[in-house]
């Protein structure tokens, strides 16, 4: 469904509450296009309504005649070939390709166009990216119409005398690093030109971020254009803003743009106009700034409320408007509603999140939890949702609400050092058996990863952290892993055992995905979910490319939020057993030995000469499933030997305890 994005008229919209520190992000560079998804939580309602239509353009024959085009450089002297384009059936490129631009995805076939109504009979685009570069990465600055510059296209005159209420709706696709997307207005046929709309920026979007493909936008413009006989109007790309790495970029795609009557009641979910909090957010727990997991284990549950902003988009006052949070289970029943308290809304408000939030729920169980934000008002009858999920599991903990919105690697940070790191907030002790990190497609097998885990505290962002890991993994990646999208790293820790978390200092521990590239030669890049904004300790990254150090990330960008590494902890099923690791450790060990380890079909278990008498084993898989366990007899110096024969290949753990006293031992089946 198209998502709607509604503009607050004469506003303009605030830098984006990403929660990142300014003195520990860089400036934002450049990234290549990336369309690889998973499954994406959110659903936005579609929002095209049956008001009349008062006018129309869907670019069929082309840019009307007597629309005007022109081109400006960062200075706003004139130039030529900073304008729109026409793509159309018979024209160079098609309508059937987006943009052309180095960074854009043209070398990879992923540079779609805009999936609106009508594209089949053509669309208009601002090139930003291949008027700068011409479609090649070494020819920055050296394309037809260097960046910084300013495209305008103007309308002929509309009539909209007798049409108080008015709305500029249109369908939009636009990805931005540094640029302001605008419709300027003028109620006297082009001599002077008034309020303007600012639809899209690179701060509320997010620096290398793009737009819904396809994008209903809808504005309230009544106040400017409203029974007005004169009306232009003017679609300005200005790529005067920018940062040490640059300006302008990347494009921005229009098709279908109407004006229509503005209906009298609805509601619309927006970013917050002043200081650009996210239109829904989710806050985990008491403590601020704590990470928000998307998928964590019921045995780390805790408490989770909800906000949001509502905009009054209808021309009359809506009064008791509220937000309702509905929870559904994996079977759809409702299992919980909040409700915020309630405002009067003159038309053109917004309600935002300091009073359109909810008390806290808790999960009840493990489940896929969908959660429904709903805006309503005495007179709105048709509700107005947007839906997330939330995982709650036996075993797995992430930051990411599984969804794949950009990668994110060496590319980005540096080749060889660099690295990504993502926060656990526990609320009860835990161990830690491995993690899950997901890669992307355009990982180039051979690079190497080493996956470390530090306690956060005395974490320095100069320094980095100051005590020793307390697990170590290394893996080469292969192809296997690029085409199954992940790898899995067994984290047993320095002492053999799965690494215990204790919440008796911060309860925040950091998994650390160290990248190795081989200079380059074998690229890694993994996935980042951007549904919720982290607070700025969640992730943080290792940028190497210069005075190596970690930082939060890049400002005003959601490039680095919420990568897809999972935690694999201890099964709720299995806490008990689990949790008990290391108790008596040593009465056992020094007289049980496993071996050979790695083994092939069968390992024996060697008894010293002062252990006998009944005992008990396990074999566990990462998941915390029993896989095979026995009760057995063993003779003082002795060995006994277990069939692994119906085991497949990988990593086990293996339970051997005598009353009390229990110890384990980690098992490579080859």
Same mark, same amino acid.
């Given at each position: 469904m198209k998502k709607f994005t509604p503009t607050l008229l004469g506003l303009m919209v605030g830098a984006a509450a990403f929660g990142q520190e300014q003195a520990n992000t860089l400036p934002a560079q450049l990234e290549e296009a990336n369309l690889e998804t998973m499954v994406r939580g959110n659903v936005s309602a579609d929002y095209r309504g049956s008001e009349a239509i008062l006018w129309s353009e869907d670019f069929a024959n082309g840019i009307p005649a007597t629309w005007t085009n022109a081109g400006y450089d960062g200075n706003l002297n004139p130039l030529a070939a900073a304008v729109w384009e026409y793509r159309g059936t018979s024209t160079t490129p098609t309508n059937a390709e987006g943009s052309r631009g180095a960074y854009s995805g043209v070398s990879t076939g992923q540079n779609a166009p805009i999936a609106s109504t009508t594209t089949g009979n053509g669309f208009i685009i601002f090139d930003s990216d291949y008027l700068d570069n011409g479609g090649n990465s070494s020819n920055m600055g050296g394309g037809s119409a260097p960046a910084p510059h300013v495209g305008t296209l103007t309308t002929s005159t509309i009539d909209l005398s007798g049409e108080p209420y008015v709305?500029?709706?249109?369908?939009?696709?636009?990805?931005?690093?540094?640029?302001?997307?605008?419709?300027?207005?003028?109620?006297?046929?082009?001599?002077?030109?008034? +309020? &303007?709309?600012?639809?899209?920026?690179?701060?509320?979007?997010?620096?290398?971020?793009?737009?819904?493909?396809a994008d209903l936008v809808q504005v309230n413009v009544s106040s400017i254009i409203g029974n007005q006989s004169n009306v232009k109007m003017r679609f300005i790309f200005d790529g005067r803003p920018g940062n040490a790495?640059?300006?302008?970029?990347?494009?921005?795609?229009?098709? +279908?743009?109407?004006?229509?009557?503005?209906?009298?009641?609805?509601?619309?979910?927006?970013?917050n106009p002043t200081d650009g909090a996210p239109a829904h957010d989710i806050i985990y727990g008491t403590v601020a700034g704590g990470s928000k997991h998307g998928v964590m284990p019921f045995k780390q549950n805790r408490a989770?409320?909800?906000?949001?902003?509502?905009?009054?988009?209808?021309?009359?006052?809506?009064s008791n408007v509220?937000?309702?949070?509905?929870?559904?289970?994996?079977?759809?029943?409702?299992?919980? &509603?909040?409700?915020?308290?309630?405002?009067?809304?003159?038309?053109?408000?917004?309600?935002?999140?300091?009073?359109?939030?909810?008390?806290?729920?808790?999960?009840?169980?493990? +489940?896929?939890?969908?959660?429904?934000?709903?805006?309503?008002?005495?007179?709105? &009858?048709?509700?107005?949702?947007?839906?997330?999920?939330?995982y709650v599991t036996d075993s797995m903990m992430s930051l990411d609400f599984n969804s794949f919105d950009n990668r994110f690697g060496t590319a980005n940070i540096g080749d060889d050092g660099s690295a990504v790191a993502v926060r656990m907030d526990l609320v009860q002790d835990e161990r830690l058996f491995a993690t899950d990190i997901y890669l992307s497609t355009a990982t180039v097998p051979g690079g190497v990863i080493e996956v470390t885990v530090y306690d956060s505290t005395g974490f320095d962002f100069t320094n980095g952290f100051p005590t020793q890991p307390l697990a170590y993994y290394q893996h080469t990646i292969t192809q296997t892993?690029?085409?199954?999208?992940f790898f899995r790293a067994d984290l047993t820790g320095n002492d053999g055992f799965p690494v215990y978390l204790s919440t008796s200092n911060t309860g925040a521990y950091y998994i650390v995905a160290t990248f190795f590239s081989n200079a380059g030669a074998n690229a890694i890049a993994i996935a980042n979910d951007q549904t919720f904004p982290q607070p700025a300790m969640s992730?943080?990254?290792?940028?190497?490319?210069?005075?190596?150090?970690?930082?939060?990330?890049?400002?005003?960008?959601?490039?680095?939020?919420?990568?897809?590494?999972?935690?694999?902890?201890?099964?709720?099923?299995?806490?008990?057993?689990?949790? &008990?690791?290391?108790?008596?450790?040593?009465?056992?060990?020094?007289?049980?030995?496993?071996?050979?380890?790695?083994?092939?079909?069968?390992?024996?278990?060697?008894?010293?000469?002062?252990?006998?008498?009944?005992?008990?084993?396990?074999?566990?898989?990462?998941?915390?499933?029993?896989?095979?366990?026995?009760n057995e007899t063993a003779v003082a110096g002795s060995s006994l030997e277990v069939s692994l024969a119906n085991l497949t290949p990988g990593v086990y753990m293996m339970n051997i305890s005598q009353g009390e006293a229990m110890s384990t031992y980690k098992l490579i089946i080859k």
């Open positions: 709305m500029l709706e249109m369908e939009s696709y636009a990805r931005v690093f540094f640029a302001n997307f605008q419709v300027a207005f003028s109620i006297d046929g082009g001599t002077t030109w008034g +309020d &303007t709309a600012t639809i899209y920026t690179d701060a509320s979007l997010g620096v290398n971020n793009s737009s819904p493909n790495n640059g300006n302008s970029y990347y494009f921005w795609m229009l098709d +279908d743009i109407r004006l229509k009557d503005l209906p009298r009641h609805s509601l619309r979910f927006v970013d989770i409320s909800f906000d949001s902003n509502i905009l009054n988009f209808g021309w009359d006052t809506q509220a937000l309702e949070v509905r929870i559904l289970d994996g079977g759809n029943n409702v299992v919980q &509603t909040l409700n915020s308290s309630t405002v009067s809304l003159a038309s053109g408000a917004v309600a935002d999140y300091s009073v359109m939030n909810t008390a806290a729920w808790t999960p009840s169980g493990e +489940d896929n939890y969908k959660i429904v934000y709903i805006a309503k008002s005495d007179s709105v &009858t048709s509700l107005v949702a947007d839906t997330f999920d939330i892993d690029v085409d199954n999208g992730a943080i990254m290792y940028y190497t490319l210069s005075s190596p150090r970690w930082y939060t990330g890049f400002s005003n960008s959601l490039s680095l939020n919420a990568p897809l590494i999972r935690a694999i902890t201890c099964p709720a099923s299995a806490a008990a057993t689990c949790m &008990t690791i290391g108790v008596e450790e040593v009465s056992i060990e020094s007289q049980v030995t496993v071996g050979p380890n790695p083994a092939d079909d069968k390992v024996f278990v060697n008894f010293g000469d002062d252990f006998s008498g009944d005992f008990n084993y396990e074999v566990v898989d990462l998941q915390g499933r029993v896989i095979m366990s026995a």
